[in-house]
């Protein structure tokens, strides 16, 4: 009889690198891996490292539980407008909602502003006569005869999908889902996507935009998705295969063929998810992650154990930051901030200006850096930390990989040296001063808006490029603290293992709260109580272990938007009144500092969000050597303000708890290097986690 399942792997395939880590508690295993990723189909680099990472320890496809994945494959279909065609079946009268949006401007001031583009032009976008109102009574009977003609002219225009969304579906579906059935009967394998499926909440441009989104990537996402279970069957793989939905939950494959557009941040929120598991085990509450890759950093604020959380995302944005040039979508999403400075971005001189830029453009996995000896011209960031001295030529990737210095140095020198009249020493620190300042403004604008210092928070480094970047982007922050895990490197493959099966669910049903029908709320959240059982027990939990957190949106009335606030039970009733508005009224003055006890309140949507205990992993085993030194030697390293240094290159697996050491110091791992300044001092703590200690102002060496 064969020993039970118990290893799982999680994988973060990456815009340059694809991630594993692989946990396997019968055998108190973990082990790491790192392969460059495969852009034209990612499932080649899985399904490889998965391979490599079975043979290094030993374990036979078989022994693999599961496999627990996330991917940026959405976020780029819809960036990269590289979906499929779809069709909009509407409300008669209402065709162009999606394109009207909101009437507003993402810049008042630019006489040629570029509005972000609808993923349905206006010939697919076909209406249907039929009319529910707000309280779902129905005004007029919905034509089916309608529903099949329009239905059969979008066939035959070609498209691949056809998403369905009708005024107010969101307190009524009815109409939607005849209109499927009538679609399903006359078009069988015509992937369908609902509207009060996918958003079930109000505000019909949202509604129907995220409706159209999911319907635009989801039969690329179902051939991904098929493929990969395909492969994963032929290695002998017979464990489940799982997806990270954007709002940190681990969920079922099917919800993620059903549902696609929730998994449109999946990777960034792996991170977010490692940085909460690591913060509680080193029992900080106030913390920073900063996740810097081959591609974007991300940047998430976490307090007391949680990310924060939002519950709409813009996508595809014409202009990368600005707000309101994108497609608003109605999905759960950790709250961070994504920037285009990675690895692989790639620094220029910009004509006119005479001014160096770098990033967003980015080298990715092909051709990536010049380094990587793979094609590469132009010079990035992870060029530059190779001519600073941060990373070691020879031992890229534990030694795999070796980079060409020579080459680097050589364009750096044609293409900024010489046009910026500077040495090249110069122009690869400004490449890491510009970087650098890039990520401080943004994590400074993103704390800001929240009301939070970011003098009081910690930072939590990972990713392949993050703790080379971590002290100096600290430094800017003016924090004092660093915290770089075992294994950075590939951290958020972690959080993927980490990470509790969890979904979050939503219904509208407006009202003032002294007037609202406390009994239709109740059976509300049983009907999201019930889904979440479902979805969550298809991602491997047990369902008695579900723990439920209910929430709604709510606002003065006559205010245009509302704001989250925590409800104290599932089934509340006019008993809880009092309670629900000072918990409103909490909340109100938490985000706006003040609130207005006279005033009606109203409630808009009613939220649930359903998690089960996620996983620990003891990762104070993975990867170390006991017994060896852990200095092997020194490096030259030119750091901004003490220019060049000897710096102490320190073996990370030989480094045991209550090890302490002070910078100048290059700390390398298989999957990442810590760059630690002078000054610096640092502690090993108990889960072999880097505790770094900067320097202030007054005491940093002269």
């Given at each position: 009889?064969?020993?039970?399942?118990?290893?799982?792997?999680?994988?973060?395939?990456?815009?340059?690198?694809?991630?594993?880590?692989?946990?396997?508690?019968?055998?108190?295993?973990?082990?790491?891996?790192?392969?460059?990723?495969?852009?034209?189909?990612?499932?080649?680099?899985?399904?490889?490292?998965?391979?490599?990472?079975?043979?290094?320890?030993?374990?036979?496809?078989?022994?693999?539980?599961?496999?627990?994945?996330?991917?940026?494959?959405?976020?780029?279909?819809?960036?990269?407008?590289?979906?499929?065609?779809?069709?909009?079946?509407?409300?008669?009268?209402?065709?162009?909602?999606?394109?009207?949006?909101?009437?507003?401007?993402?810049?008042?001031?630019?006489?040629?502003?570029?509005?972000?583009?609808?993923?349905?032009?206006?010939?697919?976008?076909?209406?249907?006569?039929?009319?529910?109102?707000?309280?779902?009574?129905?005004?007029?009977?919905?034509?089916?005869?309608?529903?099949?003609?329009?239905?059969?002219?979008?066939?035959?225009?070609?498209?691949?999908?056809?998403?369905?969304?009708?005024?107010?579906?969101?307190?009524?579906?009815?109409?939607?889902?005849?209109?499927?059935?009538?679609?399903?009967?006359?078009?069988?394998?015509?992937?369908?996507?609902?509207?009060?499926?996918?958003?079930?909440?109000?505000?019909?441009?949202?509604?129907?935009?995220?409706?159209?989104?999911?319907?635009?990537?989801?039969?690329?996402?179902?051939?991904?998705?098929?493929?990969?279970?395909?492969?994963?069957?032929?290695?002998?793989?017979?464990?489940?295969?799982?997806?990270?939905?954007?709002?940190?939950?681990?969920?079922?494959?099917?919800?993620?063929?059903?549902?696609?557009?929730?998994?449109?941040?999946?990777?960034?929120?792996?991170?977010?998810?490692?940085?909460?598991?690591?913060?509680?085990?080193?029992?900080?509450?106030?913390?920073?992650?900063?996740?810097?890759?081959?591609?974007?950093?991300?940047?998430?604020?976490?307090?007391?154990?949680?990310?924060?959380?939002?519950?709409?995302?813009?996508?595809?944005?014409?202009?990368?930051?600005?707000?309101?040039?994108?497609?608003?979508?109605?999905?759960?999403?950790?709250?961070?901030?994504?920037?285009?400075?990675?690895?692989?971005?790639?620094?220029?001189?910009?004509?006119?200006?005479?001014?160096?830029?770098?990033?967003?453009?980015?080298?990715?996995?092909?051709?990536?850096?010049?380094?990587?000896?793979?094609?590469?011209?132009?010079?990035?960031?992870?060029?530059?930390?190779?001519?600073?001295?941060r990373l070691d030529p020879s031992y890229f990737?534990?030694?795999?990989?070796?980079?060409?210095?020579?080459?680097?140095?050589?364009?750096?020198?044609?293409?900024?040296?010489?046009?910026?009249?500077?040495?090249?020493?110069?122009?690869?620190?400004?490449?890491?001063?510009?970087?650098?300042?890039?990520?401080?403004?943004?994590?400074?604008?993103?704390?800001?808006?929240?009301?939070?210092?970011?003098?009081?928070?910690?930072?939590?480094?990972?990713?392949?490029?993050?703790?080379?970047?971590?002290?100096?982007?600290?430094?800017?922050?003016?924090?004092?603290r660093v915290v770089v895990p075992l294994g950075?490197?590939?951290?958020?493959?972690?959080?993927?293992?980490?990470?509790p099966p969890a979904t979050d669910l939503v219904?509208?049903?407006?009202?003032?709260?002294?007037?609202?029908?406390?009994?239709?709320?109740?059976?509300?959240?049983?009907?999201?109580?019930?889904?979440?059982?479902?979805?969550?027990?298809?991602?491997?939990?047990?369902?008695?272990?579900?723990?439920?957190?209910?929430?709604?949106?709510?606002?003065?009335?006559?205010?245009?938007?509302?704001?989250?606030?925590?409800?104290?039970?599932?089934?509340?009733?006019?008993?809880?009144?009092?309670?629900?508005?000072?918990?409103?009224?909490?909340?109100?003055?938490?985000?706006?500092?003040?609130?207005?006890?006279?005033?009606?309140?109203?409630?808009?949507?009613?939220?649930?969000?359903?998690?089960?205990?996620?996983?620990?992993?003891?990762?104070?085993?993975?990867?170390?050597?006991?017994?060896?030194?852990?200095?092997?030697?020194?490096?030259?390293?030119?750091?901004?303000?003490?220019?060049?240094?000897?710096?102490?290159?320190?073996?990370?697996?030989?480094?045991?708890?209550?090890?302490?050491?002070?910078?100048?110091?290059?700390?390398?791992?298989?999957?990442?290097?810590?760059?630690?300044?002078?000054?610096?001092?640092?502690?090993?703590?108990?889960?072999?986690?880097?505790?770094?200690?900067?320097?202030?102002?007054?005491?940093?060496?002269?």
């Amino acid at each position: 009889m064969s020993a039970p399942a118990t290893a799982r792997i999680g994988v973060d395939v990456g815009g340059t690198f694809t991630d594993f880590v692989l946990h396997d508690p019968a055998r108190n295993l973990v082990a790491t891996g790192k392969r460059l990723t495969t852009p034209d189909d990612p499932s080649e680099a899985i399904t490889a490292g998965i391979a490599r990472l079975l043979e290094e320890t030993g374990l036979p496809p078989g022994a693999l539980h599961s496999v627990v994945h996330g991917t940026t494959l959405v976020t780029n279909t819809i960036i990269e407008r590289t979906g499929c065609k779809v069709g909009l079946l509407t409300t008669e009268g209402f065709r162009d909602s999606i394109e009207i949006g909101k009437e507003t401007r993402y810049d008042l001031y630019d006489l040629f502003l570029e509005p972000a583009p609808t993923l349905v032009p206006r010939a697919l976008r076909l209406e249907v006569p039929g009319r529910l109102d707000v309280q779902g009574a129905e005004l007029k009977t919905l034509d089916e005869a309608a529903v099949r003609r329009q239905a059969d002219a979008l066939v035959a225009e070609g498209v691949d999908a056809i998403a369905i969304g009708f005024m107010h579906s969101w307190r009524d579906a009815r109409h939607e889902r005849r209109a499927a059935e009538i679609v399903r009967a006359a078009h069988p394998g015509l992937a369908l996507t609902l509207s009060s499926s996918v958003a079930p909440e109000i505000r019909e441009f949202e509604r129907i935009s995220t409706a159209c989104a999911n319907a635009y990537v989801q039969p690329r996402m179902l051939r991904y998705l098929d493929r990969l279970e395909a492969r994963l069957a032929e290695m002998g793989v017979t464990g489940a295969l799982y997806v990270m939905l954007s709002g940190g939950g681990i969920a079922s494959v099917q919800e993620a063929k059903d549902y696609p557009i929730r998994l449109i941040e999946s990777g960034p929120a792996a991170g977010a998810m490692a940085a909460s598991w690591l913060a509680k085990q080193a029992g900080l509450d106030h913390v920073v992650s900063y996740d810097m890759g081959g591609t974007t950093a991300k940047m998430c604020l976490i307090e007391n154990g949680a990310p924060d959380r939002k519950f709409e995302f813009e996508a595809g944005r014409v202009r990368r930051f600005q707000k309101g040039s994108g497609l608003p979508l109605k999905v759960s999403v950790v709250d961070m901030i994504e920037i285009g400075a990675g690895g692989g971005s790639i620094a220029r001189v910009e004509e006119g200006s005479g001014l160096m830029k770098v990033g967003p453009r980015s080298a990715g996995a092909k051709p990536g850096p010049i380094c990587y000896g793979r094609g590469g011209t132009e010079p990035t960031v992870t060029d530059s930390d190779l001519v600073l001295g941060r990373l070691d030529p020879s031992y890229f990737l534990g030694g795999e990989m070796a980079l060409d210095l020579d080459a680097v140095k050589r364009a750096v020198t044609d293409r900024l040296a010489t046009t910026l009249h500077v040495t090249p020493d110069d122009a690869a620190l400004g490449i890491r001063r510009i970087v650098d300042e890039t990520m401080a403004a943004a994590t400074r604008m993103h704390l800001a808006e929240k009301g939070r210092d970011p003098r009081r928070y910690t930072l939590i480094a990972f990713g392949g490029a993050g703790p080379v970047h971590a002290c100096d982007l600290a430094r800017l922050l003016k924090m004092k603290r660093v915290v770089v895990p075992l294994g950075a490197g590939v951290a958020s493959a972690l959080g993927f293992l980490v990470a509790p099966p969890a979904t979050d669910l939503v219904r509208s049903l407006v009202g003032r709260i002294e007037r609202i029908d406390w009994a239709k709320v109740a059976s509300l959240y049983a009907e999201m109580a019930e889904e979440a059982r479902a979805l969550l027990t298809g991602a491997g939990a047990d369902p008695a272990t579900i723990a439920f957190r209910p929430a709604a949106d709510m606002r003065y009335v006559g205010q245009g938007f509302e704001i989250p606030v925590p409800l104290p039970t599932m089934t509340p009733t006019a008993a809880d009144l009092d309670a629900i508005r000072e918990s409103f009224l909490a909340s109100y003055r938490e985000r706006f500092g003040r609130a207005l006890d006279e005033l009606p309140i109203e409630a808009l949507t009613w939220r649930l969000a359903a998690a089960a205990p996620g996983r620990d992993i003891d990762m104070k085993g993975a990867n170390v050597i006991e017994g060896r030194t852990a200095q092997r030697g020194t490096r030259r390293a030119l750091f901004e303000h003490d220019g060049w240094q000897d710096c102490a290159v320190i073996d990370r697996y030989a480094l045991s708890p209550g090890t302490s050491f002070a910078g100048p110091a290059l700390v390398e791992e298989r999957e990442s290097t810590c760059a630690i300044p002078p000054g610096a001092n640092v502690t090993v703590d108990a889960f072999r986690n880097l505790v770094i200690d900067l320097p202030t102002p007054q005491e940093a060496t002269p």
